[in-house]
């Protein structure tokens, strides 16, 4: 029944080591989207694809970065995460980007991950 | 910019209580208004979806109302149960692909 995947769920690690975040959709939806949550926060928009169309939100740090090999998987990269990249990081899904009123995002379980 | 503000920003009532959550938004051109669950530690899911047409939408004990031109929406949950503690989150989805977000009230039922 999963809909939206993200592996890992709950991802440790160190100071400026590179990390990698999936998230696997099984809807075969074009848009793909990566937020973060920082704890007590509204969800922040990092990045999208449509389809393999990459979108970087302006204010998106260059330590993230994002590839969508195929229409089920993105990943969410990051370079050399610091203390302040510890978040929630949620995957979301839609069928298009412009579509009408009932249009909605469908999110994954997130992944937590912890910085030391 | 589309700015989206939950009040309060925590609350807490005895199991049985009606809840009512308020959502406020500052521009109304927009194509719809959401309210999501998220439980401690999880993802967001989607409880109810109100398209800007509409005054209302209702889910069994949830019932969600939307005014356009006032720019808020209230999320109403009759008889509230200990298994709805979680932060309800509402966002607007503006006339681009984006929702906004606001950072949610944290509700906890009281047994």
């Known amino acids: 029944d999963a809909m939206v995947i993200q592996n890992p769920r709950y991802q440790v690690t160190q100071f400026g080591k590179p990390v990698t975040l999936s998230c696997s959709q099984t809807?075969?939806?074009?848009?793909m989207y990566w937020y973060q949550q920082k704890s007590s926060q509204a969800p922040k928009l990092l990045f999208h694809?449509?389809?393999?169309?990459?979108?970087n939100e302006a204010d998106t740090p260059d330590n993230f970065q994002s590839r969508r090999p195929n229409t089920s998987f993105c990943f969410l990269d990051i370079r050399s995460p610091g203390l302040g990249d510890a978040a929630m990081y949620l995957c979301?899904?839609?069928?298009?980007?412009?579509?009408?009123?009932?249009?909605?995002?469908?999110f994954g379980p997130g992944t937590r991950l912890t910085v030391l | 910019k589309q700015e989206v503000t939950q009040i309060p920003a925590a609350l807490s009532v005895p199991e049985g209580e009606n809840l009512v959550l308020n959502c406020s938004f500052t521009?109304?051109?927009?194509?719809?208004l959401q309210w999501f669950r998220q439980d401690p530690g999880k993802g967001l899911t989607s409880l109810l979806l109100?398209?800007?047409?509409?005054r209302e939408q209702t889910s069994g004990r949830l019932n969600a109302s939307l005014d356009k031109s006032s720019g808020r929406s209230t999320l109403y949950i009759a008889a509230s149960q200990p298994g709805d503690s979680a932060t309800y989150l509402c966002?607007?989805?503006?006339?681009?692909?984006?929702?906004?977000f606001g950072a949610g009230t944290t509700v906890t039922v009281r047994a």
């Open positions: 979301a899904t839609s069928r298009e980007l412009f579509r009408d009123g009932t249009d909605t995002q469908y």
């Open positions: 809807l075969n939806h074009n848009v």
């Open positions: 694809y449509y389809d393999k169309d990459f979108n």
């Open positions: 521009d109304s051109a927009i194509y719809n």
């Open positions: 109100i398209q800007s047409s509409q």
């Open positions: 966002a607007v989805r503006p006339h681009d692909y984006k929702l906004s």
